[in-house]
């Protein structure tokens, strides 16, 4: 998987305080398959190849959308970055960061490059800008604010997190019951 370098990347960030270790933190986002456990809008978590850089896991949401991730980045303890997408072209880069606030309160930060031309590449180039600015956008912001929730929730509680459990975001969920 490429990144286009000519096309422009908007991006999405969303941090929070989490109750646990930066050790604990990483243990957790570094487990294969976690995102069934962690992820509001994921179905299915497959792993190709886990643990360094050029791992793999394909996410499969409720929706039916799969996408694979390939990580190009992976710092024990820190953090890793990943390009997801469908094709030849990553749709996104994510970058995955842990930083520690105190002894046991950490920080889990999820930002998102996102490639709006590859995303939305089936539109018409004149009206992607307003795609991106007011359904793209929004609904990226809320999927990355629920995929943190959902870590906090499962590493704070040890339950796994629900199907939408934070609400349904139009892009990823099955909106049926």
């Known amino acids: ?29 570094s487990t294969p398959g976690i995102l069934e456990f962690c992820h509001p ?9 886990w643990g360094e850089v050029g791992a793999q896991d394909t996410i499969q949401y409720y929706n039916g959308l799969k996408l694979h991730r390939l990580f190009t980045d992976w710092n024990v303890g820190k953090g890793y970055k990943l390009l997801i997408g469908r094709g030849r072209y990553a749709t996104a880069k994510v970058i995955w960061k842990i930083t520690a606030q105190e002894d046991e309160i950490s920080v889990l930060s999820i930002s998102i490059n996102l ?24 609904h990226m912001s809320n999927y990355v604010k629920d995929v943190v929730k ?28």
């Open 150 to 177: 959902g870590f906090k929730y499962y590493i704070e509680t040890g339950k796994s997190i629900e199907k939408n459990q934070f609400g349904n975001n139009r892009m990823f969920s099955n909106m049926r019951a």
């Open 41 to 49: 809008f994921c179905k299915e978590n497959k792993v190709t190849r």
């Open 115 to 138: 490639y709006s031309d590859i995303a939305l590449r089936r539109y018409a180039k004149f009206s992607r800008w307003a795609i991106e600015k007011f359904y793209l956008i929004p």
């Open 1 to 29: 998987m490429l990144i286009n370098q000519k096309l422009r990347a908007s991006k999405i960030t969303y941090q929070m305080n989490i109750n646990c270790s930066k050790e604990k933190l990483w243990e957790v986002i």
